[in-house]
């Protein structure tokens, strides 16, 4: 913990997170239901979710919404596209937006505590070495802007992508 924001890695189920106040999901660009985290979140959130979501895009690599979490645990759900790895460039400066935009929009609402999945590593194809590599920058980066926002989690999939975030993590502190 430092400049008052936890940051904390876990594994587990981003659509599981009841003690976040938002969690963020790795959005397709007209913000429907779709695979991955983005599948389950919606699955977990009802079918409101996306009759609130679809009218905010489509949106475009980089950029973050916000909407309710209708039947989540959480309040929040705040919504970024991440970069398709090879397609949308420059990739890591689009993946950081994401991080950055997201914590901003949880600035804005004054949400004291947010949950990341690890944006673009599925579907997207982006290297979760990269991937992690710029994440954890980001949000060690941004913690000095925040005034809100107190805890910061990133639930990852699996053991794998938790101990290269893990790495990182230790290395931007």
Not at 37 to 61: D, Q
Not at 97 to 115: F, M, T, V, W
Not at 135 to 148: C, G, N, P, W
Request: proline share 6%; with cysteine.
């Amino acid at each position: 913990m430092k400049s008052g924001v936890e940051i904390e890695l876990i594994q587990g189920d981003i659509a599981n997170q009841p003690d976040t106040t938002a969690i963020v999901n790795a959005a397709n660009a007209q913000l429907r239901k779709g695979g991955g985290v983005a599948g389950a979140i919606h699955r977990a959130a009802g079918p409101e979710l996306e009759k609130e979501a679809v009218p905010l895009g489509p949106i475009e690599p980089g950029q973050a919404v916000i909407t309710g979490g209708h039947n989540l645990p959480n309040r929040y759900v705040i919504h970024c596209l991440g970069p398709v790895y090879g397609v949308n460039r420059p990739e890591a400066e689009l993946l950081a937006n994401c991080y950055r935009n997201a914590l901003k929009l949880a600035e804005r609402y004054e949400i004291d505590s947010i949950a990341f999945p690890a944006i673009s590593t599925g579907i997207f194809g982006y290297p979760l070495e990269e991937a992690a590599k710029v994440a954890m920058k980001t949000i060690v980066e941004s913690r000095a802007d925040l005034k809100y926002v107190k805890k910061i989690r990133f639930v990852l999939y699996d053991k794998k992508t938790l101990q290269v975030h893990e790495r990182y993590l230790k290395e931007n502190l």
